[in-house]
C-alpha cells in the first residue's frame, strides 16, 4: 500500500526550461510534505516543504505546490540547471510527534545542455 | 560539524551472519531514524528514536534491532542477514521540532 506514489520514474528536460515533478498520495492525515533530493553515493538532501494548510511554497528556482483536493503535489525546478540533474524523492510527514517520513519511488531528473 | 555519519560506507555479509550499521550525528538533534532504499521502492522507515532511550518500529522493522544509548549515536544491528536485506541503509537525524531530517551518506549492503 504505497501512501505516496510517484509515477514518472524518469524525467529528461532541456536546460534552461521547466522541470515538473509529480506526486500524489492518499493519506488525507499527512501535514507536512517534502522534497529531498539525492545524487548518486550521498544521502538525500532537504530541498523544499509545505505544510498542508498552504497550496503553495517558492524558494528561489524551487516552487512547490500543493493540491489537496486532488491529493497530488508538484515541484517546479525553474529555470533547469545540469545541477538540477538527480533523483527527486516526494515525502509526506505522517506523525508529527514521531518526525515520520513516508517516501516516494522517486524521480530520476536529467537536464540535458 | 561532521554532520551524520555512517560506517562502514561497504559491506557483505554471508546469510546469517550478524553486524551492526554505525551511525552518528553531532548536532545534538533528539530524533534519529534509519531507513533502508530499494530500487523502485524509494526509502522505508524501518526504526526510529525521539531521544535516549526511546526507540519505536517503522514500516519495516522484521530483522533489524536499534538502541539509542546517547544521543549521538544510533547503531542498527543486523540480527542474521538474509539476502532480503540486501539494500542502502540511510541514517537520518533532525531536531524534534523541525520537519528538515539530515542524511548521512548510506551503507551499502549485500548479503550474500
Given at each position: 500500500?504505497?501512501?505516496v506514489?510517484?509515477?514518472?520514474?524518469?524525467?529528461?528536460?532541456?536546460?534552461?526550461?521547466?522541470?515538473?515533478?509529480?506526486?500524489?498520495?492518499?493519506?488525507?492525515?499527512?501535514?507536512?510534505?517534502?522534497?529531498?533530493?539525492?545524487?548518486?553515493?550521498?544521502?538525500?538532501?532537504?530541498?523544499?516543504?509545505?505544510?498542508?494548510?498552504?497550496?503553495?511554497?517558492?524558494?528561489?528556482?524551487f516552487?512547490?505546490?500543493?493540491?489537496?483536493?486532488?491529493?497530488?503535489?508538484s515541484?517546479?525546478?525553474?529555470p533547469?540547471?545540469?545541477?538540477?540533474?538527480?533523483?527527486?524523492?516526494?515525502?509526506?510527514?505522517?506523525?508529527?510527534?514521531?518526525q515520520?517520513?513516508?517516501?516516494?519511488?522517486?524521480?530520476?531528473?536529467?537536464?540535458?545542455? | 560539524?561532521?554532520?551524520v555519519?555512517?560506517?562502514?560506507?561497504?559491506?557483505?555479509?554471508?546469510?546469517?551472519?550478524?553486524?551492526?550499521?554505525?551511525?552518528?550525528?553531532d548536532?545534538?538533534?533528539?530524533?534519529?531514524?534509519?531507513?533502508?532504499?530499494?530500487?523502485?521502492m524509494?526509502?522505508?522507515?524501518?526504526?526510529?528514536?525521539?531521544?535516549?532511550?526511546?526507540?519505536?518500529?517503522?514500516?519495516?522493522?522484521?530483522?533489524?534491532?536499534?538502541?539509542?544509548?546517547?544521543?549521538?549515536?544510533?547503531?542498527?544491528?543486523?540480527?542474521?542477514?538474509?539476502?532480503?536485506?540486501?539494500?542502502?541503509?540511510?541514517?537520518?537525524?533532525?531536531?524534534?521540532?523541525?520537519?528538515?531530517?539530515?542524511?548521512?551518506?548510506?551503507?551499502?549492503?549485500?548479503?550474500?
Amino acid at each position: 500500500d504505497q501512501q505516496v506514489k510517484q509515477n514518472s520514474p524518469s524525467l529528461s528536460v532541456q536546460e534552461g526550461r521547466i522541470s515538473i515533478l509529480n506526486c500524489d498520495y492518499t493519506n488525507s492525515m499527512f501535514d507536512y510534505f517534502l522534497w529531498y533530493k539525492k545524487y548518486p553515493a550521498e544521502g538525500p538532501t532537504f530541498l523544499i516543504s509545505i505544510s498542508s494548510i498552504k497550496d503553495k511554497n517558492e524558494d528561489g528556482r524551487f516552487t512547490v505546490f500543493l493540491n489537496k483536493s486532488a491529493k497530488h503535489l508538484s515541484l517546479h525546478i525553474v529555470p533547469s540547471q545540469p545541477g538540477d540533474s538527480a533523483v527527486y524523492f516526494c515525502a509526506a510527514r505522517a506523525n508529527q510527534g514521531a518526525q515520520k517520513l513516508v517516501f516516494g519511488q522517486g524521480t530520476r531528473l536529467t537536464i540535458n545542455p | 560539524n561532521a554532520g551524520v555519519t555512517q560506517t562502514p560506507k561497504f559491506q557483505v555479509l554471508k546469510t546469517g551472519q550478524s553486524m551492526t550499521l554505525q551511525c552518528a550525528q553531532d548536532m545534538n538533534h533528539e530524533y534519529m531514524s534509519w531507513y533502508r532504499q530499494d530500487p523502485g521502492m524509494g526509502l522505508r522507515l524501518i526504526h526510529y528514536s525521539v531521544g535516549a532511550g526511546i526507540t519505536d518500529q517503522g514500516e519495516v522493522p522484521n530483522g533489524y534491532n536499534v538502541s539509542r544509548s546517547t544521543t549521538e549515536d544510533f547503531p542498527l544491528r543486523l540480527l542474521s542477514a538474509a539476502p532480503s536485506q540486501t539494500s542502502v541503509y540511510f541514517c537520518a537525524s533532525s531536531y524534534s521540532r523541525s520537519i528538515e531530517q539530515f542524511f548521512g551518506p548510506g551503507t551499502r549492503l549485500t548479503v550474500l
